[in-house]
């Protein structure tokens, strides 16, 4: 059974930084791909960015530039470096992780973008 677990959210002004960690349980994290996806109130779910096994990265086109997914194999733990953060990036952030046997959700972390 895979788990999830998702932290570092929190508050924070306009403008600056916050880096989301998601840990993997079990020793097939570095074979299959991860991914960020966030839902804001009264929102759908919608992709932030994604990863795959060798790193190649994709990013919705409203965080692009100011958003940085990584992933550390050793640590089973996958990244997402946030820059710049803007109001609109207010939303509980989920990781993924997409698996033969099905799809993964953590429990999400709570990013609030405010002055």
């Known amino acids: 059974q895979v788990q999830l677990v998702e932290s570092g959210g929190g508050l924070v002004q306009p403008g600056g930084s916050l880096r989301l960690s998601c840990a993997a349980s079990?020793?097939?994290?570095?074979?299959?791909?991860m991914g960020w996806y966030r839902q804001a109130a009264g929102n759908q779910r919608e992709l932030v960015a994604d990863i795959t096994s060798r790193g190649i990265t994709k990013y919705a086109n409203s965080v692009q530039g100011r958003f940085t997914i990584s992933r550390d194999s050793a640590k089973n733990t996958v990244y997402l470096q946030m820059n710049s953060l803007k109001p609109e990036d207010t939303a509980v952030y989920y990781c993924?992780?997409?698996?033969?046997?099905?799809?993964?959700w953590g429990q999400g972390t709570q990013v609030t973008v405010s002055s």
């Open positions: 993924k992780m997409l698996t033969p046997s099905g799809v993964y």
């Open positions: 079990g020793s097939i994290f570095s074979i299959y791909p």
